[in-house]
């Protein structure tokens, strides 16, 4: 550190010097530096090793469940109609399970968006903030140049206004000399004003900064919700599913869900690079600017180390000002000899009302000085809008940042089970559908001795297909030795009390070809 010393109050948070210390490689694995330096390519690279790690593993995650669906698409389904049990299941409960981790996990990714938003919007504040102040600055040398050349132009007129006048020629000449010094003050006061107003142009124009960092964040922040609205109504298609037992719609929301999975990956990986570059700057935002203004000119580096560190480094416009301020004092003196000695002679007074007005234009021209001095150039304003800056970037930007990209891993995860689980509740949806369809249907539930019909997971019952008996008398229940299908036919048929009387009367052997069932 030079002159300046070191006198940063800004301190790193814990999470700021977690994400700091996260692993930087480059493509080819090896560990690069964690200072932060966004010009270097192998820094980038090094920051976005994790992201890009982060991305892979969604990647592989999205790879693995689109093979499993289409392991389970290409698999041929058989129901064994005998042997099947229409029971519940837990698929709808796992799946229901998920879309409430999901829910969790977009709760979590809108706070860290707002935190972002926030902390951005604070930092743009800071950056107007610092920017107006600088404006003010500009405005106040400006109009002091206008009045000193004004007043220059004053005393360039009073020059002539001596001669003619009746005065002995050495009084005339006295004044005219001193007249002509009293300009050549006031235009070297005008020339370290215009070096102050220099200065300040040529180090400070943020305001620029301020409206693209809100322009960009702006497309940020709806993007992101963007995405957040459009997974929230995907979740409510598959508990929709689920309530309806749509297959359907559960088919059609778990291949959206494919591509909600991506995004949630890659929005994870995108803030965690966010998070592991901002901390590489917010471990030590003032070491990074004095990397910067190495190759800098001095007067510029020496300006702004002087709004960063404040008191411990000199003003650089204090030259120019005591300069200014001893010029003016000196014209204010000279102005009052020469009216002194213009006091003397009647013939003099329209020049006396002259000096009075340049005498209150000067005098006014020091007041504003002063204040220029004592608000705007002092390093008092820019150094809290500095402040402010680290503050809010180094806050709750990161802090949103780390939010959102936890809840990008807690949306990918939910999302890359809740398909698994989807995918398992429709399965169990078409397996009952094809056995209440099958001829499974002409069978009672075993399990229910009362002799109603089987009846859907969801608990409604579906009226049976045309060829089957809607009222069928009692049923003696098969042998356990019965297991072909066409055994168990056979067997309702021989029990069926609206059998015609004919084939009743014989028995199985005596059946003709046209009395098999």
């Known amino acids: 550190m030079d002159m300046c010393g070191n006198a940063s109050a800004y301190t790193a948070s814990s999470l700021v010097k977690q994400f700091h210390d996260f692993p930087h490689k480059s493509r080819d694995f090896k560990t690069v530096s964690s200072d932060f330096d966004p010009l270097d390519v192998t820094y980038l690279e090094g920051a976005a090793f994790t992201g890009a790690v982060c991305i892979l593993a969604g990647s592989v995650l999205f790879f693995m469940i689109l093979l499993y669906l289409c392991c389970c698409a290409c698999r ?309 809008a500095y402040k402010d800056l680290i503050a809010s970037a180094c806050g709750k930007t990161i802090d949103g940042a780390v939010y959102t990209f936890g809840a990008g891993c807690v949306i990918g995860f939910g999302a890359f089970f809740l398909i698994m689980a989807v995918q398992q509740h429709w399965t169990r949806i078409l397996t009952d559908d094809a056995w209440f369809e099958g001829e499974g249907t002409t069978l009672l539930d075993s399990r229910n001795g009362s002799g109603n019909r089987r009846r859907r997971r969801g608990g409604s019952a579906r009226t049976p297909p045309s060829h089957v008996q809607q009222d069928p008398p009692r049923y003696t229940q098969p042998a356990a030795g019965y297991r072909r299908q066409e055994d168990v036919a056979m067997h309702m048929a021989e029990h069926n009390p609206y059998q015609d009387t004919y084939r009743d009367s014989k028995p199985r052997e005596a059946w003709g070809k046209s009395d098999q069932v």
């Open 76 to 384: 041929k389904h058989r129901v064994d109609y005998m042997n099947y049990k229409s029971e519940p299941g837990c698929h709808w409960g796992w799946a229901i399970l998920f879309v409430a981790v999901c829910t969790c996990g977009l709760g979590l990714a809108y706070f860290g968006n707002e935190y972002v938003k926030q902390g951005v919007e604070a930092a743009a504040k800071a950056i107007n903030d610092g920017n107006q102040t600088v404006a003010a600055g500009q405005v106040q040398v400006s109009s002091i140049i206008i009045d000193l050349d004004s007043s220059e132009q004053t005393l360039l007129n009073l020059e002539g206004a001596w001669i003619g006048k009746g005065l002995p020629t050495e009084v005339q000449q006295s004044l005219v000399d001193q007249t002509i010094e009293a300009r050549r003050q006031v235009g070297n006061a005008e020339y370290e004003a215009i070096n102050i107003r220099t200065t300040i142009n040529n180090v400070f124009d943020a305001g620029k900064y301020a409206e693209d960092l809100k322009k960009y964040d702006k497309w940020r922040w709806e993007g992101t919700l963007g995405a957040l609205c459009a997974i929230v109504a995907l979740l409510c298609l598959i508990v929709l599913g689920v309530c309806l037992g749509s297959s359907c719609t559960l088919k059609l929301t778990a291949f959206l869900m494919l591509f909600g999975l991506l995004v949630a990956w890659a929005a994870a990986g995108g803030f965690l690079f966010v998070a592991v570059a901002g901390s590489d700057f917010c471990i030590s935002p003032n070491s990074f600017v004095d990397r910067e203004l190495e190759d800098m000119s001095q007067t510029y580096s020496e300006t702004v180390k002087y709004f960063i560190y404040c008191q411990d480094c000199p003003n650089p416009f204090e030259s120019d000002y005591r300069t200014t301020m001893e010029s003016l004092n000196t014209v204010s003196n000279q102005l009052f000899e020469l009216k002194t000695v213009a006091e003397r002679y009647p013939n003099l007074s329209d020049v006396l009302a002259d000096i009075a007005q340049l005498k209150g234009s000067l005098t006014d021209v020091q007041t504003r000085l002063q204040s220029l001095w004592h608000n705007q150039i002092n390093c008092t304003s820019l150094n809290a």
